[in-house]
C-alpha cells in the first residue's frame, strides 16, 4: 500500500499575500503541513503542487518533493482545487508513479496532528467510502441561529424542524466542515467531478486543531494556540 501526501499551495493569495511561505511560530506556513505529514509516519512521500518556484524552493527545503509546476490555468482565484488533485495525480501516473492512497494535507491548516492524519488514513483504508473529509462541531446550528433573508429583508431560519424543536439540546449534532485532512484513491479523483460524487465519510475533530488560515486574524489565532502548544519563534 502506497500512500502519498500532497499540499496543494498556490502563490496568489489576496487574503493574505504570501501566506503559504509566511512564518508561523518560527517555520513557513507550509512546512508545518510537510512536517505533519512525515510525523504521521504513513505517507511514503510528499508531493506540492504549486505555481510558484519560491513556494517550491521552501517545499524543498522542509523534505518535499516538487516535480512539477502547477500550470497557471489550475492556480487561479477561481480555479477548482479538485482539478489541481486530478492534474497531480495524473501527472504522477503518467511518468511512472503509480500509488494506492491520496491525502490532501492543506498548509492553511497548521493545528493538525500526526494522530489526526493517521486516524482520517485509517478511515479510508477501512473501506465502504470513496473520500474522507474532517469536520468539526458546529458554532452555529441550522435550526436555530442561520438564517436566510427573502426578497424584503424578511428573517427565516435556514432550516427549521418540523415538529419544532424547542430545546437546542434535542437537536440532531451539526458540523462545520474542515480543512485539515482529505483522503481518497487515485481512481476515484481521475474518475468523478467533484468531491460529493461518491460516499463521502467525515472525521470530527476539535475546533481549536480545525483552525483554517484565510486572513490575517486568522494568523494571530494560529500564532497563539501554537504558543499554548509549547510551540515558539525560532
Same mark, same amino acid.
Given at each position: 500500500?502506497?500512500?502519498?501526501?500532497?499540499?496543494?499551495?498556490?502563490?496568489?493569495?489576496?487574503?493574505?499575500?504570501?501566506?503559504?511561505?509566511?512564518?508561523?511560530?518560527?517555520? &513557513?506556513?507550509?512546512?508545518?503541513?510537510?512536517?505533519?505529514?512525515?510525523?504521521?509516519?504513513?505517507?511514503?512521500?510528499?508531493?506540492?503542487?504549486?505555481?510558484? @518556484?519560491?513556494?517550491?524552493?521552501?517545499?524543498?527545503?522542509?523534505? *518535499?518533493?516538487?516535480?512539477?509546476?502547477?500550470?497557471?490555468?489550475?492556480?487561479?482565484?477561481?480555479?477548482?482545487?479538485?482539478? *489541481?488533485?486530478?492534474?497531480?495525480?495524473?501527472?504522477?501516473?503518467?511518468?511512472?508513479?503509480?500509488?494506492?492512497?491520496?491525502?490532501?494535507?492543506?498548509?492553511? *491548516? &497548521?493545528?493538525?496532528?500526526?494522530?489526526?492524519?493517521?486516524?482520517?488514513?485509517?478511515?479510508?483504508?477501512?473501506?465502504?467510502?470513496?473520500?474522507?473529509?474532517?469536520?468539526?462541531?458546529?458554532?452555529?446550528?441550522?435550526?436555530?441561529?442561520?438564517?436566510?433573508?427573502?426578497?424584503?429583508?424578511?428573517?427565516?431560519?435556514?432550516?427549521?424542524?418540523? &415538529?419544532?424543536?424547542?430545546?437546542?439540546?434535542?437537536?440532531?449534532?451539526?458540523?462545520?466542515?474542515?480543512?485539515?485532512?482529505?483522503?481518497?484513491?487515485?481512481?476515484?479523483?481521475?474518475?468523478?467531478?467533484?468531491?460529493?460524487?461518491? @460516499?463521502?465519510?467525515?472525521?470530527?475533530?476539535?475546533?481549536?486543531? *480545525?483552525?483554517?488560515?484565510?486572513?490575517?486574524?486568522?494568523?494571530?489565532?494560529?500564532?497563539?494556540?501554537?504558543? @499554548?502548544?509549547?510551540?515558539?519563534?525560532?
Amino acid at each position: 500500500m502506497k500512500r502519498y501526501g500532497f499540499i496543494f499551495a498556490r502563490g496568489g493569495s489576496k487574503g493574505v499575500p504570501g501566506k503559504n511561505i509566511r512564518p508561523l511560530g518560527g517555520k &513557513p506556513l507550509i512546512a508545518h503541513a510537510i512536517d505533519i505529514g512525515r510525523a504521521s509516519g504513513l505517507l511514503d512521500d510528499i508531493i506540492v503542487s504549486t505555481d510558484s @518556484k519560491e513556494i517550491a524552493v521552501v517545499a524543498r527545503q522542509y523534505g *518535499a518533493r516538487t516535480p512539477f509546476l502547477r500550470p497557471a490555468e489550475l492556480a487561479q482565484d477561481n480555479s477548482p482545487e479538485w482539478k *489541481a488533485w486530478q492534474h497531480a495525480v495524473s501527472w504522477l501516473y503518467e511518468h511512472g508513479e503509480p500509488f494506492d492512497v491520496f491525502v490532501s494535507l492543506p498548509a492553511t *491548516a &497548521p493545528l493538525r496532528l500526526p494522530e489526526d492524519v493517521a486516524t482520517c488514513i485509517k478511515t479510508f483504508e477501512e473501506g465502504n467510502c470513496d473520500l474522507v473529509v474532517t469536520c468539526s462541531p458546529a458554532q452555529r446550528h441550522p435550526m436555530f441561529n442561520i438564517y436566510r433573508l427573502d426578497d424584503e429583508g424578511y428573517a427565516h431560519v435556514y432550516a427549521p424542524a418540523n &415538529p419544532p424543536i424547542i430545546r437546542r439540546q434535542d437537536a440532531p449534532e451539526a458540523f462545520d466542515g474542515t480543512t485539515m485532512v482529505y483522503v481518497s484513491c487515485p481512481r476515484y479523483i481521475l474518475n468523478n467531478p467533484g468531491l460529493w460524487s461518491g @460516499k463521502v465519510k467525515a472525521v470530527p475533530f476539535p475546533r481549536e486543531r *480545525a483552525l483554517d488560515i484565510d486572513d490575517e486574524q486568522d494568523f494571530m489565532f494560529a500564532e497563539i494556540l501554537l504558543s @499554548k502548544r509549547g510551540v515558539h519563534h525560532a
